[in-house]
């Protein structure tokens, strides 16, 4: 079942660049996707094992394992991680360790934040305005590669 937050969002570009870097990696044995939030993209890609992670009670969507517990207390790794407009979310304290543990946990990373929102457009944000400098502060690198960016939101593959 898709709720009203994804059928809103599902033509989204940020969502067909995901799904487009999914189809482009080819067979996996494995996805999580963090932060789920009952969207479907758990379901896109060519994977044997699906796993959703969030805090959140989710949907039951045939074929994938919901987890309801925070990332940083999940012991699981995949060959593909997607964290989907969730980063913006958490305290200055819980972004550094989650980013670190995002990136050590799979081989392959998809990320997608709100690109320089103002501070004050979305109430649930704690992060805005997120741009390329704050990225890579939390993620502990120097550089991004970044796959698809609009003045809307910006989709890093590492």
């Known amino acids: 079942m898709i709720d009203k937050y994804c ?5 989204y570009r940020y969502y067909k660049e995901v799904t487009d870097l999914l189809d482009d990696l080819g067979y996996k ?4 996707d963090v932060g ?7 379901t896109y890609g060519n994977f044997d094992k699906r796993y959703r992670i969030d805090k959140e009670k989710l949907d039951p969507i045939e074929g994938v394992i919901d987890i309801q517990k925070d990332w940083l207390d999940v012991d699981l790794s995949a060959d593909v991680i997607t964290c989907l407009q969730t980063l913006e979310h958490l305290d200055d304290n819980e972004i550094k360790p989650f980013c670190k543990k ?9 990320v997608s934040v709100p690109y320089n929102w103002d501070e004050d457009r979305c109430e649930w944000h704690k992060q805005d305005p997120v741009d390329l400098g704050k990225i890579c502060n939390w993620f502990e690198v120097n550089s991004l590669i970044l796959h698809h960016y609009s003045q809307e939101r910006l989709v890093l593959l590492f």
């Open 7 to 11: 059928e809103e969002r599902k033509n």
């Open 102 to 110: 995002l990136k050590s946990s799979a081989e392959t990373l998809i």
């Open 36 to 42: 789920s939030y009952n969207t479907p993209v758990v």
């Open 29 to 32: 044995d494995s996805i999580i």
